[in-house]
């Protein structure tokens, strides 16, 4: 499979501050590779290198084949880019937006036209074609500023935070949008911070903090990182706590972990089927009151606190 977007050792440094310190990384044509971190991680300074608006100060990139220093031209004629706010003109329609757009990038009138008609259907903003964008809602605005990032039918799009401050609604229509693209072979390159959106869209992750790369792989691989599967049990009152955790311990791995404030006890089983029938027979005979009983898998949530050494969710990462 080709290389859509590769870098080796970027660096860029703003005064005293590094902001990438010596980045690798590879994305597959027709993928879609996640940077995962927190506010000045890094993302946008990668984003902003590979799509030729910053030089970097060490290493090099390709992107579409062509170098981004020697070849800026050539790689931005091949690229769409949505940064983290919708880079749209209000006072103009969407129609008129994505028109214009087409135009300044010599699609010609007509083809502009066609082109225009056939991404306000694609991102369902036909109803609203005709209104100036200062009356749309935030997720229509995100919506028409990806169709404008695909004017041209580019090859590769950088999504730079694409979903920050949208309801939960219209993250889910603009995640549908982007599925639709890389289905039809677009490369994208996605920074954000939701770690959710990561997971379901990323076919790669690469997880950034202080410039640096910490992991990079499938979002499977990386939650192997972290550990596998446990079994998460909670009971009616806390009295109970110690016979429930009694029942359990002989079938965990390592002795189980309680949270009294929830009522929460957590296990590794050694044998999965086997131990959760077995922990199930032990609850029942020991006459506790469960009120949950569930298999919990490792999330990029546990991931990035792993990684990290962070230990709530009120880090810079959102936890959603």
Known sequence: MEIAIQAEGLG???????ALAGVDLEVRTGTVLGLLGPNGAGKTTTVRLLATLLEPDS??????????VREAREVRRRIGLAGQYAAVDELLTGRENLVLLGTLLRLGRKRARLRADELLAT?????????TVGTYSGGMRRRLDLAACLI?????????EPTTGLDPASRQVLWQMVREQVARGVTVLLTTQYLEEA??????VMVFAEGQVLAEGTPDELKHKVGEEWLEVAVGTAEELPRALAALTPVAV????VDREGRRISVQLADRMGAIAASAAALETSGVD???FALRRPSLDDVFFHLTGATTATTEVEKR
């Open 59 to 68: 290493g090099h990139a390709r992107v579409a084949g062509f170098d981004v």
């Open 12 to 18: 860029k440094r703003y005064g005293d501050h590094q």
């Open 199 to 204: 997971d379901i869209l990323a076919d790669r």
């Open 123 to 131: 991102f369902e903003l036909e109803h609203a074609a005709d209104r």
């Open 152 to 160: 041209a039918s580019p090859p590769v799009l950088f999504l730079d």
């Open 254 to 257: 390592v002795p189980p972990t």
């Open 290 to 292: 469960v009120i949950d």
